[in-house]
């Protein structure tokens, strides 16, 4: 099969990338260069849910899958763009944002929370973004979903004081990935979707180099 279209979900990686509060943040200098040693090497200080990132399972369950554990199949699949744009600030994304998408809901594919507010990560406003529902969570694990990427810092609410959704979702071993950007230019149907986590053994998480593909 030959894709026509790339598009790169990734947020770059910067000593300003938003970070979710308390993580390490990012760190990138030199350890050799051209002029002292010949050659360039960069050191990379981060935390392993920096940027455009994937929760493994272990991330919230002593008892959950980790990376190491997961078939790298889980991470690729076709993508359904849940367009969820009008919402504001902290708030819910419910069960009735949801429905419209309910007949493309199924095992194996992936859930692409499409918030829009990856255009605010430069600015604080990022840090307030909306969440999705315990219940809309449900439904689409009881459509048999276990990948959900989503646009925004977190899927859960912004002041830190709930993890239902990383809870359900963990529990049956589903993946989360956050940070995601550009989910406005999949102007396409069935796109499919990759997003590789880093061979790191035993961890919580890795960052990703995300893309969704269209199919010629």
Known sequence: MKYTTIIDLSMPVTTQTPIYPGDPKPEVTPSATIEGEGYNVSHLHMGSHT??????PYHFRKEGKKLDEIPLSTFAGEGVVLDVTGKGEGESITLNDILPYSARLAPDKIALIY???DKYRE???????PYISEEAVVFMLEKGVRVFFIDALNIDVPDGSSFKGHELITEVNGIIGENFANFHLIDFENPFVMALPLSFPGLDGSPVRA????AD
């Not at 940027?51 to 493994?56: E, P, Q, S």
């Not at 600015?123 to 973004?129: A, P, S, V, W």
């Not at 893309?211 to 269209?214: G, M, R």
């Open 51 to 56: 940027g455009t990132h994937i929760d493994a």
């Open 115 to 117: 918030t829009g507010w």
């Open 123 to 129: 600015d604080e406003k990022y840090y307030r973004h």
């Open 211 to 214: 893309v969704a593909l269209k």
